[in-house]
């Protein structure tokens, strides 16, 4: 059986269209596999990487990608460390944000009404 030229062409583009999505599935995957496993080692590292990142300063800015710690995880880290989220915003359509902390500030207690000199 012999196939027309047009047939042969048909025949070659599905093969390297078949080809292409193979290949696209396993860098997908690849990429899939890479990124899990970045996000488990900064899931390891997360108390020495908010201890840098909330060191004592004022300010703190903490960007965050598909590969760092997750966004609860960094609020209630920098909370634990002093910082309240002061600000936040989306940088890009790949869902990376910026955070912005500030340090809180010690509350001073009010001394009770009977030591202020209150009757």
């Given at each position: 059986?012999?196939?027309?030229r047009?047939?042969?062409?048909?025949?070659?583009l599905l093969?390297?269209?078949?080809?292409a999505?193979?290949?696209?599935?396993?860098?997908?995957?690849?990429?899939i596999?890479?990124?899990?496993k970045?996000q488990?080692?900064?899931?390891?590292?997360a108390?020495?990487?908010?201890?840098?990142?909330?060191?004592?300063r004022?300010?703190?800015?903490?960007?965050?990608?598909?590969?760092?710690?997750?966004?609860?995880?960094?609020?209630?880290g920098?909370?634990?460390?002093?910082y309240?989220?002061?600000s936040q915003?989306?940088d890009?359509?790949w869902?990376?944000k910026?955070l912005?902390f500030?340090?809180r500030?010690?509350q001073?207690?009010?001394?009770p009404a009977?030591?202020?000199g209150?009757?």
């Amino acid at each position: 059986m012999r196939l027309n030229r047009g047939m042969e062409i048909l025949i070659a583009l599905l093969v390297i269209g078949a080809l292409a999505l193979l290949a696209f599935g396993l860098m997908a995957g690849g990429f899939i596999a890479a990124s899990s496993k970045a996000q488990r080692r900064s899931k390891q590292d997360a108390p020495k990487t908010l201890d840098a990142a909330f060191d004592g300063r004022e300010d703190v800015v903490f960007k965050i990608t598909g590969t760092s710690l997750g966004f609860d995880e960094v609020v209630l880290g920098a909370k634990a460390r002093g910082y309240r989220l002061a600000s936040q915003s989306d940088d890009d359509r790949w869902g990376t944000k910026t955070l912005i902390f500030e340090k809180r500030k010690p509350q001073r207690l009010r001394p009770p009404a009977r030591e202020r000199g209150s009757a």
